[in-house]
């Protein structure tokens, strides 16, 4: 042990003995230091086994879930093409069971639908008819009355053709004989305007020798004047004239094209008509086979029209709801709800952290307060999505925010008995890993 030493004149410590208690200082430390990381590495260690020694295997894993029919629930509507139509009638109930093809509902449109089919049906019979016509051919008496009117249209179509030739021809005398006569017209008055021309020129020399008044030359000009616009108006009217027979003759020209080709028009369509109740030619009685193919296609599709009427199960399931009663439109969610209630399934929403655990195959039981005890199920599919999740759990402090995964399970028969009624039930499920 070290003693220290206080000096008894100062009272301070001597160098020797600051020294010392230097070193007596960096022992403690030093100590305390290795003491404290033993302990904390030998504590760490005893953590650490008792986190392996603690830690317990999983062996289940639980998800909440909702009940559901085999296929999920089918919300029956009526088709597109029907959008907008009324329920006429509801042949069913909540909680029927129902076949494949069997009428749910019966729309509005059937009554209009029903009588195009019997239209299309009754044109089946017309053309099927007319067909049977066409291969059996003409009476003798049916193809002397069709010449008859071939001749007729002939006669006809001259004897109009002949008319408006002459129309034509009158029309275009009489426009030659107005040019004519115009024409004589104009002569006379530019030969008026000559002399009228001469004479002012000779009367413009007298005035200016003052041989004569200024009335007088004002006189002659005026019959100068007079001359030149009788001229000019005459002259305008020989254009008028020439330009209105034209557009007569035009017309007329018209009018004679159009009897012609007009008749012309008829007698190819009598003619064609003789030919073709003369004869029962291949292409006629196609022709006739055709219109009735296509009758026969327009059945069909009214037939199909129909159909769109009733509306039906597409298969063996159960009326789970109804939404639409007699007389009402078509309601956005469809007219019913149906389910395959006779194989009912869980669907489980897995954690995306879970969901690795899960494998096909593996045994399941389902729980919940709406039945006692609990249902068997198999894992049957896993799905390919992750997503939010739709079953909320009702504690308040759970994270409504989960990713999760839809796991189908498929239960046993006795299970799916006891739940036939109660689709969409949220249940607790639990996956034996």
Do not use: C
Request: glycine residues 6%; proline residues 3%.
């Amino acid at each position: 042990m070290v003693n220290l030493k206080l000096s008894a004149q100062s009272g301070i410590l001597t160098p020797r003995s600051t020294f010392a208690l230097s070193i007596i200082a960096t022992l403690i430390v030093g100590g305390s230091g290795i003491y404290a990381v033993r302990q904390f590495q030998s504590g760490g260690n005893r953590i650490a086994e008792t986190a392996v020694v603690s830690s317990p295997k999983i062996t289940v894993v639980t998800a909440l879930g909702r009940l559901e029919p085999k296929g999920e629930v089918i919300k029956l509507s009526a088709p597109t093409s029907a959008e907008g139509s009324r329920v006429e009638h509801i042949l069913v109930e909540e909680g029927d069971r129902v076949k494949a093809g069997q009428v749910i509902a019966i729309l509005d449109s059937e009554n209009r639908l029903q009588a195009a089919l019997a239209e299309a049906q009754e044109r089946v019979r017309v053309t099927q008819a007319n067909l049977m016509q066409v291969k059996a051919g003409a009476k003798e008496g049916e193809i002397t009355a069709q010449r008859a009117t071939v001749a007729r249209i002939k006669t006809e179509t001259t004897s109009q053709i002949t008319a408006q030739n002459a129309v034509v021809a009158r029309i275009d005398t009489e426009r030659q004989n107005a040019i004519a006569a115009q024409q004589a017209t104009i002569t006379r008055l530019e030969s008026e305007l000559a002399n009228a021309q001469i004479e002012y020129q000779r009367y413009q020399t007298l005035y200016q020798e003052g041989a004569i008044s200024a009335s007088i030359i004002d006189s002659k000009r005026l019959t100068l004047d007079r001359s030149q616009q009788q001229l000019k108006e005459a002259q305008a009217n020989l254009d008028r004239i020439s330009l209105g027979q034209a557009e007569q003759i035009k017309e007329a020209q018209a009018n004679l094209a159009r009897i012609s080709a007009g008749g012309q028009e008829q007698i190819k369509e009598a003619e064609a008509t003789l030919d073709k109740i003369s004869e029962v030619r291949p292409v006629d009685v196609q022709a006739a086979q055709a219109e009735v193919n296509q009758a026969l296609a327009a059945v069909k599709t009214a037939q199909a029209n129909l159909d769109r009427a009733y509306v039906k199960s597409p298969r063996d399931t159960q009326v789970l709801k109804i939404h639409n009663r007699p007389g009402e439109i078509i309601a956005p969610e469809g007219i019913a709800e149906l389910g395959e209630t006779s194989k009912m399934y869980a669907v489980a929403e897995i954690y995306e952290s879970d969901i690795k655990e899960v494998k096909n195959g593996q045994n399941v039981q389902i729980t919940s307060d709406s039945f006692p005890g609990e249902l068997k199920g198999t894992v049957e599919r896993i799905g390919f999505q992750v997503k939010k999740q739709n079953v909320i759990n009702t504690d308040p402090s759970a994270n409504i925010d989960n990713r999760v995964v839809e796991v189908r399970i498929r239960l046993d028969p006795t299970s799916s008995q006891k739940v036939t009624g109660l689709t969409n039930l949220q249940v607790k499920v639990t996956i034996d890993i």
